[in-house]
């Protein structure tokens, strides 16, 4: 089991930059598969990111692929997600997910979550 805390949220304007990070507690984080997951005002939860437990191979939603990018530090148990070039669309609250040795591709597929931590994008 793993237990997930996010910080880094924020307001930012169009075109600017924040990074994300998830602190896990536990002792097998290496054996997770972690990602990010938003949910905007009055919408659902979506998939926005994923990076796999052994390869670090990493995934995206098509719409934040080139602009955010996730990467994890096992030594630190810590997974982060660095966006660029956000846009208003982007609002939401970021959860960070983590699945024990399976890829996070989708919501149903994610086993833990975090509380969550606010982005919001103004013009």
Request: proline share 2%; aromatic share 12%; net charge positive.
């Amino acid at each position: 089991q793993v237990h997930l805390v996010e910080s880094g949220g924020g307001l930012v304007q169009t075109g600017g930059s924040l990074r994300l990070s998830c602190a896990a507690s536990g002792r097998t984080f290496s054996s997770y598969d972690m990602g990010w997951v938003r949910q905007a005002p009055g919408k659902e939860r979506e998939f926005v990111a994923g990076i796999d437990s052994n390869v670090h191979y990493t995934y995206y939603k098509d719409s934040v692929k080139g602009r955010f990018t996730i990467s994890r530090d096992n030594a630190k148990n810590t997974v982060y997600l660095q966006m660029n070039s956000l846009k208003p669309e982007d609002t939401a609250d970021y959860y960070c997910a983590a699945r024990y040795r399976g890829r996070i591709v989708s919501t149903i597929a994610v086993e833990y979550w975090g509380q969550g931590t606010q982005v919001t994008v103004s013009s």
